[in-house]
């Protein structure tokens, strides 16, 4: 889709605004890249570590229950000041979490890297926060979700270096030894094998803080506009209330609670899923995981285009219903059916958090910001889900834990029939 400068309704970014929004843009490709090395790490800390499906979920636990805990004061923050000032601080955290990779991998402590990512993540929920409804603001109404839509686009590239950086050089410098080979090492051994493990753990993140203090710096010295109230002061349980009383915003949330959830399900466990059927090690099998973010980031571009012509909440159910199909492949045939339908499940989640965002907070006002906050708050799903999917996946086995992304995907298909609709009232 064209970038439309004309000064209708039906421009997406209008002309004053292109290098703001092209910059900002930039920006949900960085979060895309940290999500997808975090979801290679669960793969990673399992054989570094001897961990449990339950205990490499608490990566996610500590990584989602950050944008949880961070989400509404970044909005309370960004109404006291501007988007670009929430982006500036995002950032800032962003690297300091990927710097602290460091010192976690020279004590080799599990806890440490939760700190370090915790932080991170942190940084990354001020971002979400400012970013998403920054783009939805700079345009008209009428075009505003597939502006996000466009915006969003530019994450799934970021996901795929995510998945390239995850698989070529974590993965891939594991030490292929067993897990009953690991347990005929000696201390000393183990614990060498260990530290080059984590080294190799360690050096993208590190790499990834010095590219984000360069982006830092190009957001500082760019003008943005303000995106801001005239009106600074905060009355939070006005605007909860008013918040509360609009069901389609309150559903909104809801089905993205389910939403993140499923997604970060999908792909924490896929490298596993397909080790399990296809009996490959960990970088062959993130190959698929790669295969998935692919056409991922394809179905982005091709569903923003689609939305010129279909109703964003149509293509949602649309896409919620085929996610169940190919998730019942997943859990009841597997084998390389299941992995194509779980590689295929991505290509359905791709329009999800953009299209759930956009139709939530249509009509919020002067309420988005704060509004935002709680559809940022609701990636809390990917900590809570992904954790009940791993205790699943390790009492029952990993094709009957992809119920559980399942189940979550009944409730965007009930958001995108009916659920979306902006009725004031809850009752």
């Keep these: 889709m064209s970038i439309s400068t004309d000064s209708g309704h039906n421009v997406v970014v209008p002309r004053a605004y292109l290098i703001p929004f092209i910059l900002l843009s930039s920006l949900f490709a960085l979060w895309g890249l940290a ?3 975090t979801d290679t790490l669960l793969a990673s800390f399992k054989k570094i ?16 229950g950050s944008y949880f805990c961070l989400a509404l004061p970044a909005a309370i923050y960004i109404r006291r000041y ?5 982006v500036l601080l995002g950032l800032g955290l962003f690297a300091v979490g990927a710097l602290l990779f460091y010192p976690a991998s020279q004590t080799m402590v599990y806890g440490h890297f939760l700190v370090a990512l915790f932080i991170l993540a942190g940084g990354l929920s001020i971002l ?8 939805i603001v700079m345009g008209p109404e009428a075009t505003a979700t597939r502006r996000l839509n466009l915006a969003q686009s530019f994450n799934p590239l970021g996901s795929v270096s995510g998945v390239l950086i995850g698989k070529f050089f974590i993965l ?10 690991r347990t005929q090492m000696s201390g000393a051994q183990l614990e060498l094998v260990r530290q080059e493990e984590l080294a190799a753990v360690m050096g993208p993140y590190v790499t990834v803080a010095a590219v984000i203090a360069i982006v830092w710096i190009l957001f500082a010295v760019t003008s943005f506009p303000k995106g801001t109230e005239a009106d600074k002061s905060l009355h939070l349980w006005s605007t909860f209330r008013r918040l509360l009383r609009r069901r389609h915003y309150g559903l909104g949330v809801v089905a993205q609670f389910f939403y993140v959830g499923a997604q970060i399900g999908v792909w924490s466990f896929t490298i596993r899923y397909v080790m399990q059927d296809l009996g490959l090690n960990e970088a062959d099998a993130a190959s698929y995981y790669l295969a998935a973010i692919l056409l991922f980031s394809a ?20 896409m919620s219903a085929m996610a169940i199909a190919l998730s019942l492949v997943v859990v009841l045939i597997g084998g390389y059916a299941g992995v194509f339908a779980l590689v295929g499940v991505s290509g359905c989640m791709s329009l999800m958090f953009p299209t759930i965002y956009g139709l939530a907070v249509e009509g919020l006002g002067d309420d988005t910001k704060i509004g935002a906050s709680g559809l940022i ?14 205790r699943v996946s390790d009492m029952y086995g990993i094709h009957i834990a992809y119920l559980v992304p399942l189940a979550c995907f009944v409730v965007i298909l009930h958001y995108g029939l009916r659920g979306y609709r902006p009725v004031r009232s809850i009752a």
Excluded: C, H
């Design 128 to 135: 979400e926060t400012s970013a998403n409804p920054y783009a």
């Design 82 to 86: 501007t988007y670009k000032s929430g």
């Design 35 to 37: 999500n997808n090395m």
């Design 299 to 318: 179905s982005r571009f091709v569903f923003t285009f689609l939305m010129r012509y279909v109703q964003p909440q149509n293509l949602l159910w649309v």
């Design 377 to 390: 708050m609701a990636i809390l799903g990917g900590a809570i889900i992904t954790a009940i999917q791993g």
């Design 172 to 181: 891939s410098n594991l030490n292929q030894a067993s897990e009953a080979e």
């Design 49 to 64: 570590m001897s961990m449990t499906d339950f205990q490499t979920s608490w990566i996610q636990i500590a990584f989602y």
